[in-house]
């Protein structure tokens, strides 16, 4: 796809709408979806995982949380509470099932793209150098919620 405006909002819209999708189908909770928010530079992320993604979109999935809920959708997944090293490989493979889902929507609406392996954020990260995000935050019950961020390099 060319890269001019209509077109670079056409993927965005194409990406929000597959992140949507992928976190419904993976993520074993009914959520509540806010509208997505531009935000600027830098994004600081405590506790997450980054998937980056190449072709015909350029950028990062952040997904954000505390590790407390991870921890609970790895039960709810598994049968098992998560913690520690169980816990930071399992958000890495939560991130890798939500990106993969989401390659896979995109390449149904002709936007091919592969996604690199996942990067699991802990602590205090500061990512920054990207172009363009969208956050989107997702709310569970009892005030548990996960924000999405798609950061975008064209």
């Known amino acids: 796809m060319a890269a001019g405006d209509k077109n670079i909002n056409e993927i965005i819209k194409e990406v929000y709408n597959g992140t949507i999708y992928a976190v419904?189908?993976?993520?074993?909770?009914?959520?509540e979806v806010g509208a997505p928010q531009l935000i600027e530079p830098p994004l600081f992320v405590k506790f997450g995982v980054m998937i980056g993604f190449t072709g015909g979109i350029k950028g990062e999935l952040v997904l954000q949380s505390t590790?407390?809920?991870?921890?609970?959708?790895?039960?709810?997944?598994f049968g098992m509470p998560?913690?520690?090293?169980?816990?930071?490989?399992?958000?890495?493979?939560?991130?890798?099932?939500?990106?993969?889902?989401?390659?896979?929507?995109?390449?149904d609406v002709s936007i091919v793209t592969d996604?690199?392996?996942?990067?699991?954020?802990?602590?205090?990260?500061?990512?920054?150098?990207?172009?363009?995000?969208?956050?989107?935050?997702i709310n569970y019950q009892a005030d548990k919620k996960m924000a999405v961020h798609l950061l975008l390099n064209q």
């Open 67 to 77: 590790d407390a809920f991870f921890s609970e959708i790895g039960e709810l997944m």
């Open 82 to 107: 998560l913690s520690d090293d169980m816990l930071e490989s399992f958000v890495g493979e939560l991130g890798n099932m939500i990106a993969g889902s989401l390659a896979t929507y995109l390449a």
């Open 24 to 31: 419904k189908k993976i993520v074993p909770l009914e959520p």
């Open 115 to 137: 996604i690199t392996h996942p990067t699991v954020l802990k602590g205090d990260a500061k990512l920054s150098g990207f172009k363009r995000a969208l956050l989107v935050e």
